[in-house]
């Protein structure tokens, strides 16, 4: 299947510091990639829509401020967390689509604020 | 009601059961249906896809889907140690609005050596 790349795979930062997250299709485009949080034991919930070239489509209670979207390219989008606090702390996960609507995802980013 | 139901489990079998994983929609809508196993602090990862109601088998899995009562199933034959992982089941209505998988909550699954 498609491969989908996301760095770091673990960051600890203080409260208050921003933090980047890189999701990268390595071998194909992607027009639209999706970003999920998932919480311990629970699902994955999709915070976004990140569109090639377009402004982000955010989730209901999703602040779009906090969680900066931006997809430079096809084949790369990054999740920027601003100002994080511990309530933050979270797995946070790309995916990108195919062609039938299936979605490929990355390894994840396990994001801890102190 | 959520628009995916799956029962959170835990699930333990012996290694060699079948493995039975079931789902329920509610949006008629859907079309593709989607299995994912997500091994602990890693990222979900593609096991099957099917269109529509029918079977549909690779290797050890068989993914079921019967659209007139909304219910996909994933079969595992032969079950080893390492199918042990998180389970989810997702729907998608391609073609609208937005390509969004719906996810159920997943299943978590330990196979017992």
């Known amino acids: 299947g498609a491969v989908v790349s996301q760095h770091p795979s673990w960051v600890i930062c203080k409260s208050g510091t921003s933090v980047k997250i890189e999701c990268r299709s390595l071998?194909?485009?992607?027009?639209?990639m999706f970003w999920y949080r998932q919480f311990p034991k629970q699902s994955l919930m999709l915070m976004a829509t990140?569109?090639?070239?377009?402004?982000?489509?955010?989730e209901q209670g999703v602040e779009k401020d906090k969680f900066l979207i931006n997809h430079a390219s096809l084949t790369l989008s990054t999740l920027t967390v601003t100002s994080a606090h511990p309530e933050d702390s979270s797995f946070y996960i790309c995916?990108?689509?195919?062609?039938?609507?299936?979605?490929?995802f990355g390894e994840g980013s396990r994001l801890t604020v102190l | 009601q959520k628009e995916v139901e799956q029962d959170p489990g835990p699930l333990s079998v012996p290694e060699g059961a079948i493995v039975s994983l079931n789902c329920t929609y509610s949006?008629?809508?859907?079309?593709?249906f989607m299995w994912y196993r997500q091994y602990s602090r890693k990222g979900p990862e593609l096991l099957m896809y099917?269109?529509?109601?029918g079977n549909k088998e690779d290797g050890r899995f068989t993914a079921q889907v019967d659209k007139s009562s909304k219910y996909i199933s994933l079969f595992i034959r032969d079950s080893q140690p390492s199918d042990s992982a998180t389970y989810l089941c997702?729907?998608?209505?391609?073609?609208?609005?937005?390509?969004?998988?719906?996810f159920g909550t997943g299943t978590l699954l330990a196979v017992q050596p």
């Open positions: 995916s990108a689509d195919g062609i039938h609507g299936e979605l490929f």
């Open positions: 071998d194909f485009q992607a027009t639209t």
């Open positions: 990140s569109n090639e070239g377009s402004k982000a489509t955010y």
């Open positions: 949006n008629s809508a859907f079309q593709y």
């Open positions: 099917t269109y529509s109601s």
């Open positions: 997702a729907g998608n209505e391609l073609g609208g609005a937005t390509n969004k998988l719906i």
